[in-house]
């Protein structure tokens, strides 16, 4: 399992993912799962992904080997965020096409997950999420955000937080918060946590940080945030009988 978030407000972007994989509680692995790619002044790209590993990465091979080839259509020749979002939905089909029936005579689950988001000149900064058979939508001012993997525990801070006019500081908190309560109730979900903020027209990445066990920010963040949902709990009223 894991957790990835993207969520789009008027300032920007901010992506993050954890790094933890597992195939039962006696192998755990940390592998990253967040991939950028950028040309200052042209464009920004964030992918993260969910699901299973071995087809996360070729997806995301493939879509590399397409750059190398550069008469091929590909992440860094395209014109639109629509035809990056084809691209990695093309891309993911075309590997589950290949890898998936192998993997269902084993009762292996191919399926896979992404969110790519970013900015390309010319056009505004947009962000999609890409489903496992390849299709995907787009994120609107009235849906903002989107998660993939154990998305259940970290959704409510961010309903409650997140809109089009949140500042990116507040974003980043809200993301960094969803990640905690995550972790807290859901193993599978670990760090290090990878977080990347693209900035509105920009056209660069900034703000990258990788968050690990040992982090003094997130660690105060996470005791803050215990410490003033205690506080607020304790403040409730009384029922009324």
Known sequence: MTYCVATMI????????????????DNISTFRKMKT???????????????NLAITQATINHLEQAIR??????????????????????????????????LMENNVDGGANFLIGGQIAGEHQRLFMVYAEGNFIEATPETPYFQIGETKYGKPIIDRVISAGTC???AIKCVL??????????????????????????????????Y??????????????????RRAFAELPNPEW
Do not use: K, Q
């Not at 790619?37 to 699901?51: Q, T």
């Not at 309560?181 to 940080?209: A, F, K, Q, W």
């Not at 040992?214 to 660690?219: A, G, P, R």
């Open 10 to 25: 008027d300032a920007g972007i901010v992506f993050a993912s954890d790094s933890r994989t597992n195939a039962g509680v």
């Open 37 to 51: 790619f950028e040309r200052p002044g042209d464009r920004a790209l964030v992918l993260v992904n969910s699901g």
């Open 69 to 102: 080839h550069s008469n091929e259509p590909n992440l860094m020749s395209v014109f639109s965020m629509y035809d990056v979002a084809e691209l990695v939905g093309s891309a993911l089909r075309e590997v589950r096409h290949r890898d998936g029936p192998y």
């Open 168 to 170: 990116m500081d507040d």
């Open 177 to 210: 918060v969803s990640f905690d309560s995550t972790m807290r109730s859901n193993l599978s979900v670990g760090m290090p946590i990878d977080l990347v903020c693209y900035n509105r027209e920009s056209l660069r990445l900034g703000n990258c940080h990788h």
């Open 212 to 229: 690990d066990e040992h982090d003094s920010y997130f660690e105060r963040l996470r005791l803050s945030w215990g410490e003033g949902v």
